[in-house]
């Protein structure tokens, strides 16, 4: 899915040529280029172990390209500085989630004033968490966790997101709400 009629601007992702492959296998990804813009939607779709978690831990700086460039900002950058410039919501939350409550999870590294504070209860809120703020992360339920994730990745403000499979362990109207999250996010940023 990629919604253009909201993108405008310069890429924000350019991925030109780049390929990878594990030692003694086949390439899984050879000369593979995109580019998205500002508020574009992409999801990438194909059978398993076609590649699609590999790229995106090349996006994000996970893992070295073999040839070709990752540029985010309109910069080529390596894969460390590819780390600080996005955000991965990895498919198991279980591992990136590292605080003692749900709040701090989304205020974690971060000042905790009042408007930050504030915009993380709203994203609580937005991901059907509200409530849920004192609550250990390790308590949540599966689809409770990978709605955490997303939040703090909307906590983030990572210039590019990366989601694998963020629709796992979710029932049918919290796919819709966080289809619906992800859109209204990227549309939030064209309104400033």
Not at 70 to 93: C, F, H, N, T, W
Not at 154 to 164: F, H, R, S, W
Request: a neutral charge.
């Amino acid at each position: 899915m990629c919604i253009r009629d909201r993108a405008r601007g310069p890429a924000v992702l350019e991925v030109r040529d780049v390929s990878f492959g594990y030692r003694g296998a086949p390439p899984v990804l050879k000369g593979t280029s995109f580019s998205v813009r500002e508020g574009e939607v992409v999801g990438i779709v194909g059978r398993n172990g076609v590649g699609k978690s590999t790229l995106i831990d090349l996006v994000c700086g996970l893992k070295t390209e073999c040839a070709g460039t990752v540029s985010i900002g309109g910069v080529a950058l390596r894969p460390k500085e590819r780390v600080r410039a996005s955000y991965l919501v990895m498919q198991d939350s279980d591992c990136q989630l590292f605080a003692e409550s749900v709040e701090a999870e989304l205020l974690l590294g971060e000042r905790a004033d009042e408007a930050r504070t504030a915009r993380a209860r709203a994203a609580l809120a937005r991901m059907g968490l509200a409530g849920l703020e004192d609550r250990h992360p390790a308590s949540l339920s599966g689809g409770q966790k990978q709605r955490l994730s997303i939040a703090v990745a909307y906590m983030k403000d990572a210039k590019v997101v990366c989601l694998d499979e963020p629709t796992s362990g979710l029932d049918w109207a919290h796919m819709l709400d966080t289809a619906n999250t992800v859109s209204y996010t990227h549309l939030r940023a064209h309104e400033t």
